[in-house]
């Protein structure tokens, strides 16, 4: 018999997932700096997590060094999971496998090239246990995606006289944002005034993008359940955004940033977040998530409309 049926095992059920897909086929051309930056993530991930994180790091087929990184971060337990795909299954299909089956109440799911900042899971908890029915908080605000899959946060915002608009508590880090996506857009109004929800001295910004993102697990009831496709584009909107509207969650982000994104080579300045992290350890809150979001409303669709944009921007209190 084997020994281990008369023993019990000692799992743990983290509060919190981390999901980092990982695609570094080369170390060349367009990928000759991938590697820096992804070390650059792990490491500032790492430091900025608490006990009751858990960490799964999906190796996309990568590049032999990039390989043998990985898996001496898993046999040193600095993550807990780390899955091998033989073939590229790209950013949907492979995190889905994992997102459909955690255990845990908030899933993280973050590119691998983020530069996080102490106190990014803090301020985003934060905002899951002040508004209710949160589906999804990015620590990157983005005021221009307002209307993007957020119908409810903006329902919540009118109904309880918690919408403002306000000067943006961090626009420096959005132009940073941009200039590291080769963006040479000029900040819009909505971006140097963006539309929030202010409850209880706790501050979320309406726009939210999906490069890095923490979810409430009860979103994945509205995944598709079907083949994500071969393609890159598209994926991503009908697969993680889309669900937490169809949840009838909010759709929100941080104040300010706690992420950076790492452009092409690693600069001085994201090696100094590295030493300001070290600086302080995580802190750590208990969460509690909605279990069920707003239901269907025609009052709220009509309100969406691109017609009645302008009367949705006036609902704000300008502050």
């Known amino acids: 018999m084997n020994p281990k049926k008369l023993t019990s095992l000692d799992i743990k059920i983290a509060k919190h997932r981390v999901i980092v897909p990982v695609y570094i086929p080369n170390l060349e051309n367009y990928y000759s700096g991938a590697f820096d930056s992804l070390k650059l993530c792990i490491h500032s991930l790492l430091q900025t997590i608490p006990d009751t994180s858990s960490v799964t790091i999906i190796n996309n087929n990568c590049a032999r060094e990039v390989s043998l990184f990985l898996t001496e971060l898993f046999h040193d337990k600095k993550i807990d999971q780390l899955v091998l795909n033989s073939i590229n299954k790209g950013k949907v299909e492979a995190v889905l496998d994992i997102f459909r089956n955690s255990k845990e109440d908030l899933v993280t799911i973050s590119d691998c090239d983020v530069l996080f900042k102490q106190g990014w899971l803090l301020e985003t908890k934060k905002i899951f246990n002040t508004f209710p029915k949160v589906g999804y908080v990015s620590p990157l605000p983005l005021p221009e995606s307002c209307n993007y ?18 000067e943006h508590s961090d626009l420096e880090s959005l132009k940073l944002f941009n200039k590291s996506i080769l963006s040479e857009k000029k900040s819009s109004e909505i971006d140097k005034r963006p539309f929030k929800l202010k409850k209880d001295k706790i501050t979320a910004v309406l726009g939210a ?49 706690w992420v950076y994104h790492i452009s ?18 995580p802190e750590d809150i208990e969460v509690n998530i909605s279990s069920v979001g707003y239901r269907k409303n025609r009052i709220v669709n009509l309100l969406m409309k691109s017609r009645f944009k302008k009367l949705r921007y006036r609902l704000a209190k300008t502050i």
């Open 149 to 166: 899959f957020s119908k409810w946060s903006w329902y919540y915002g009118i109904i309880s006289g918690k919408l403002v608009k306000e």
């Open 209 to 257: 993008g999906h490069f890095c993102g923490t979810y409430n697990k009860n979103v994945v009831s509205e995944i598709p359940k079907s083949f994500s496709g071969n393609t890159f584009t598209g994926a991503e909107k009908f697969y993680f955004d889309k669900p937490v509207q169809d949840a009838g969650f909010l759709r929100l982000a941080t104040d300010k940033a």
């Open 264 to 281: 092409v080579n690693v600069e001085d300045w994201m090696r100094q977040v590295l030493e300001e992290n070290n600086k302080t350890t």
